[in-house]
């Protein structure tokens, strides 16, 4: 069983920034893909961005392309994601997720492994 445990979410003013990390434990992460996805009260868990072992990255949301940045340290099995010019909408839930494949993917359904979930508020 892989746990994900997600850090580094809080308040922050617009145009600030925010890192968040997420650690996974629980066995060998060959092959594994990670991802961030976020959920605003009232929607959907939406795909925010992902990357492989390899460091493949798909294109990110449209939202947030060219303000975040998602990247991994693979012998930490840590993923992170680099929020810049924060903007209140980008308020939600950004939950890490996880599945073994070496292409990564947007679909929430193709990941096996979720975090709790880290709370990031943007004030105006």
């Known amino acids: 069983q892989v746990q994900l445990v997600e850090s580094g979410g809080g308040l922050v003013q617009a145009g600030g920034s925010l890192r968040l990390s997420c650690a996974a434990s629980?066995?060998?992460?060959?092959?594994?893909?990670m991802g961030w996805f976020r959920q605003a009260p009232g929607k959907e868990r939406e795909f925010v961005a992902a990357?492989?072992?390899?460091?493949?990255?798909?294109p990110y949301a449209d939202s947030v392309k060219g303000r975040f940045t998602i990247s991994r340290d693979n012998a930490k099995n840590t993923v992170y994601l680099q929020m810049n010019s924060l903007k209140p909408e980008d308020t939600a839930v950004y939950y890490c997720?996880?599945?073994?494949?070496?292409?990564?993917?947007?679909?929430?359904?193709?990941?096996?492994?979720w975090g709790q979930g880290t709370q990031v508020t943007v004030s105006s």
């Open positions: 629980g066995r060998t992460f060959s092959g594994y893909t």
């Open positions: 990357i492989s072992q390899s460091g493949v990255i798909i």
């Open positions: 997720a996880g599945g073994f494949s070496f292409i990564p993917y947007r679909d929430k359904g193709r990941y096996n492994d």
